[in-house]
């Protein structure tokens, strides 16, 4: 089965400090997601991208939070200046036509110190 | 109107048994119902989804009731195995293919063998 590939797998940053974290969605899918997850919590939207552009985001998703697309194949979440409440999984995710659910990558997990 | 309420929050089921997990939601918009089952440190993965136009829907050992006039619906686990001890989340969205998904806030399942 096709997979939603993220990288780092676990990235530790000060306060403050800039993160880019990665994703490599399915090639034919259109629509990609980032999906937060704060340990033993749920698994909260934050943005969706189609075309080059958002789509949707959440409340959470605000200036500290961007993504992009650059080359067509990587999709990534950046966030400026991290803080201890940025600390959470981080999920890509990509869906593949109206019979399909998500399909998750693995996670980033992201700790800020 | 957006949440998607989830219970038990924990559930034990002895091997062999039943596991039982409801959600419930009040959008009338939602109409693509999907579970995903995560375990730790792993992104999650879809089990089953289904669609009001049918009230149930069995795959292997899961099966999905849907009761669309009391807006809501069940993952029922046949034949639980210690393999099934997870975390299953229910979801919802409104079935267009880039509508974000509403999850439940989880329930953690532990099979005892």
């Known amino acids: 089965e096709p997979e939603v590939t993220q990288t780092p797998s676990h990235q530790v940053t000060q306060m403050g400090q800039e993160v880019i974290l990665r994703c490599v969605p399915i090639s034919n899918h259109l629509y990609f997601y980032w999906y937060r997850q704060i340990l033993g919590q749920k698994v909260e939207f934050l943005v969706s991208?189609?075309?080059?552009?958002?789509?949707?985001k959440s409340e959470i998703f605000d200036d500290q939070f961007s993504v992009e697309r650059p080359d067509g194949s990587n999709f990534t979440l950046k966030i400026r200046s991290t803080k201890l409440e940025d600390s959470a999984m981080y999920f890509c995710?990509?869906?593949?036509?109206?019979?399909?659910?998500?399909?998750f990558g693995s996670g980033t997990r992201l700790t800020v110190v | 109107q957006q949440q998607v309420k989830q219970s038990p929050q924990s559930l034990i089921v002895q091997k062999g048994g039943i596991s039982i997990i409801n959600c419930a939601y009040e959008?009338?918009?939602?109409?693509?119902f999907p579970w995903y089952q995560q375990f730790p440190g792993k992104g999650p993965a879809l089990l089953i989804a289904?669609?009001?136009?049918?009230s149930e829907k069995k795959e292997g050992r899961f099966t999905i009731s849907f009761n669309k006039s009391a807006k809501q619906f069940s993952l029922h686990i046949m034949d639980s195995q210690p393999g099934d001890s997870a975390t299953y989340f229910c979801?919802?969205?409104?079935?267009?293919?880039?509508?974000?998904?509403?999850f439940g806030p989880g329930t953690r399942l532990s099979v005892l063998p």
């Open positions: 959008n009338t918009a939602f109409d693509y």
């Open positions: 979801a919802a969205s409104p079935d267009n293919y880039g509508q974000n998904f509403v």
């Open positions: 995710a990509a869906r593949g036509g109206l019979n399909y659910g998500y399909t």
């Open positions: 289904i669609r009001p136009d049918v």
């Open positions: 991208f189609y075309n080059n552009e958002i789509s949707e």
